[in-house]
């Protein structure tokens, strides 16, 4: 009888610290899920993976091809998270984060990684694109590495945009990789690009 009064007490804040750990959970979630999608990315190499490479991963991570004829001489397949289903008003706006992946005549030859405010569809009015390519033709793109921001009149800190090659070196990757995964549990979420990349060149218009 003695044991049972002393463990009635504790059956709420068992409940208490559950609930506690669930939302928790909830919560970091879309950040935990982001960076696994970006992570699992990374171990495609471009110019040497193949499709049967980028086919394993895409089941791996559950991403879905963009093309409705997907086969060895032209596929890619995108997989994205957001933070929609947390409560708008803890939120903010909320944020997105997708990576996507193309194979041309059997070998992946790009990679993208988006990440953006904003979860209602494609458009956001702030985003992050890493871009990676073998080479880029043209001759527009300074490589192994360009980074570069564009604005509009209407959203000034519009995108930050990074274009880079596999030579690119370990700091560079280092430094233009480290993605904010907090904006997805910080509450209002984050501002705009610089938030979500804080590792982006200084706006040139801020100067």
Sequence with gaps: MRS?????PSIPIFLLALLILLCLAYLLRPSIRAHYLFHELETLQLGHSTFEDAERL???????????????STCGWDARVDNAGLP??????????????LVKDSIVVRKV?????????AFHPSGVLLE????????????????RWDTTDRFRYYRF???????ASVE????YTAFNYGCFWKYKGCRDARDLLSTAGQFPFDK
């Design 4 to 8: 049972r009064d002393l463990l009635l």
């Design 58 to 72: 895409a089941r791996k991570i559950d991403a879905k091809p963009y093309y409705v004829h997907c086969n060895r």
């Design 113 to 121: 990684t988006g990440f953006g405010t904003a979860t209602d569809g």
């Design 132 to 147: 990676e390519q073998e080479r880029w033709a043209g001759g527009n793109i300074r490589e192994p590495v360009q980074a």
């Design 172 to 175: 560079d990757r280092r430094h």
């Design 88 to 101: 708008r008003w803890w939120r903010g706006s909320g944020e997105t984060f997708s990576v996507s992946f």
């Design 161 to 167: 945009t990074v274009s880079m090659t596999p030579k």
